[in-house]
């Protein structure tokens, strides 16, 4: 489904899909929609006419869709253990397939300017790929299966989440910036677009806000009733959205009081 972002308002539903969706994203202009699923597809859609504009085969479930920032490409990863690229100005053939992860791979994005790929997978490992030789370059292991991964607004600073931590890492270098222990399995984590504060949530149904500076918790609030699978900052850092197990994608006010959307204060 596409629903507005300030208030939650239903715009369209994309029907095609014949498997479970597991992976969503939205290009920079929000004119085209990516979607990827459990019927061996990725698929990209026509954000404004909700019309399927390419379906991209592959061999096995597909978790994770992201777009490079002009558009023209497509990174996917799925339960075949392969990271692909798709140039969407083609007939819909991988353009690069990047092969090593021992694992299902769980998310996938563009970096470095769109010179790289970074994935984590069921294998306990982020792997940075460098698109000009399709060589894995750098590699981070971890304790416990990552589970989320988000790119900085600038750029800069990759979050992920494994087990009970968040952390954060240093794009250009790969080096950890700092790592907070949360009192839960936690699956996602977003870091505002001023890298104040960040957010999480995971199996104890509970968002948390944390202050990205001290690494202290800032509060904690119960609103879903199952676990949180997914959390994400607005691009204007004004709300962020949470969906999860309960079947409900909630919008939450990252200064509360202010007027903004939904929310006539």
């Known amino acids: 489904m596409l629903r507005m ?59 994770t869709v992201a777009f490079s920032h002009d558009s023209q490409y497509l990174v996917t990863g799925s339960n075949e253990k392969l990271v692909r690229v798709f140039d969407l100005n083609s007939d819909g053939k991988a353009l690069e397939s990047y092969a090593g992860h021992a694992g299902a791979v769980k998310r996938a994005l563009f970096c470095r300017n769109e010179k790289c790929v970074i994935s984590c997978a069921d294998d306990k490992s982020m792997r940075l790929w460098d698109r000009s030789t399709g060589q894995e370059v750098s590699r981070v292991e971890f304790a416990s299966h990552p589970n989320g991964l988000e790119l900085s607004k600038d750029g800069s600073i990759l979050t992920v989440t494994y087990g009970n931590c968040t952390a954060f890492y240093d794009m250009e270098t790969l080096t950890q910036l700092k790592e907070i222990t949360i009192p839960t399995r936690v699956s996602s984590a977003s870091l505002h677009p001023d890298k104040h504060i960040f957010v999480c949530g995971g199996e104890d149904f509970k968002m948390y806000k944390y202050d990205y500076i001290t690494g202290n918790e800032i509060e904690s609030f119960k609103g879903h009733f199952g676990p949180v699978h997914s959390v994400s900052f607005s691009p204007d850092g004004e709300l962020y959205a949470s969906g999860s197990e309960d079947g409900t994608l909630r919008l939450w006010q990252t200064t509360v009081g202010k007027t903004y959307g939904l929310w006539k204060c």
């Open 5 to 63: 972002g300030d208030t939650g308002d239903w715009v369209g539903t994309f029907e095609g899909h014949k498997g479970a969706v597991w992976g969503v994203a939205l290009n920079e202009s929000a004119t085209l929609a990516a979607s990827g699923a459990a019927d061996f597809t990725g698929k990209i859609w026509n954000a404004v006419t909700g019309e399927e504009v390419h379906s991209l085969q592959h061999n096995h479930i597909v978790k």
